[in-house]
């Protein structure tokens, strides 16, 4: 190697995308540590600007009111996989963004156009600047946020594989229920106008229905090493 410079690995983008209970957070979580990337949850940020707007008597079905205030809070995003982290106007709220209440509530504000151009600038700007790297999980990350990402995935499984796994999660929640909230929230982000859940034309899909955990993120691990040895 000329001047005896290290040889470093370059920055590789990898976007996560797929229906809730896929698996996502704890792939994407565990693909970077791996490798040393960084990991941002593009979920939490939703969640984030979702309580946000509860907590402050925004009516959360009131595409206007909700677009009104879309710049206000200020949300920060840390992309350590060992310890990612959600901040709103520098309050923790990594608990509050995963309550029931956020997350009947998340579809209906993420929606909103105004609440897409500012959550979707804050990821383009922590993936620009993330050093080694980074895995950016979510709903529009391959489509839209993220569209010239080195390798795209989209994670599939079926919704009485994703209902069973969240129970499990949920502690002994019904199952049905837990399937059919699955389906409704899935329904309602593939649905929406602005930037929807979608499979990006170039993204490698992997059904995760009969795989491990482990299963899948070595599959992950193993696309990833490929992209960056053919880069
Ligand atoms: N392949 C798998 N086999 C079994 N359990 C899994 C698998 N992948 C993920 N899980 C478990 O399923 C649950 C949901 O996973 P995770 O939160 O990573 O999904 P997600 O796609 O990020 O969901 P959401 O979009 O709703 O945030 C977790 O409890 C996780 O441990
Ligand atoms: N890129 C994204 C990511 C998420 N959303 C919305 O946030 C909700 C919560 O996401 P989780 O991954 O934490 O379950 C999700 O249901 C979407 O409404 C999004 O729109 N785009």
New binding site residues.
Partial sequence: MENGAARTAPAVIVAIDGP?GTG??STSKAVAAQLGLSYL????Q??AITWWMVSNGIDTDDAHAVAAAADKPEILSGTDPARPTITVDGVDVSGPIRTQEVTSR??AV?AVPEIRTRITELQRTIAASAGTGIVVE????GTT?LPDADLKIFLTASPEARAARRSGELKGADVHTTREALIR?DA??SSRKASP?AKAGDAVEVDTTDLTLPQVIECVVTLVEEKRAGK
């Fill in positions: 809730s996502k957070s949850d593009t979920g939490a939703y969640r998340v579809s993420s979510g709903r529009d990350i946020v929230r309602a982000d859940l």
